[in-house]
């Protein structure tokens, strides 16, 4: 039971990240795509979480606490970068 909620659960998170694909390319703002890139990131943690779960290792969990890391770091920069126009003062 546990592998079919498991199947769901990626395959729902897999369709939001490839409707997040569709706005990041239909987006109009600088500040959407942002978001967009921002969205993906946490439905790419998701997804690996799932598969870590799925596998039963502990790996995987210490690859998506890296991604969040990486992910919220970027966006950040990115965010940055629109309001001052540099990252590093």
Do not use: H, P, Q
């Amino acid at each position: 039971m546990l592998t079919y909620a498991l199947v769901f659960a990626a395959t729902c998170f897999g369709l939001g990240l490839l409707m997040n694909l569709w706005f990041l390319v239909r987006a109009d703002s600088t500040g959407d795509k942002i978001l967009a890139l921002d969205t993906m990131v946490v439905n790419i943690i998701a997804l690996i979480v799932i598969y870590g779960m799925a596998f039963g290792t502990g790996v995987f969990f210490e690859a998506a606490m890296l991604f969040a890391m990486m992910g919220f770091i970027s966006t950040v920069a990115y965010c940055r970068y629109i309001l001052r126009g540099n990252i590093i003062e």
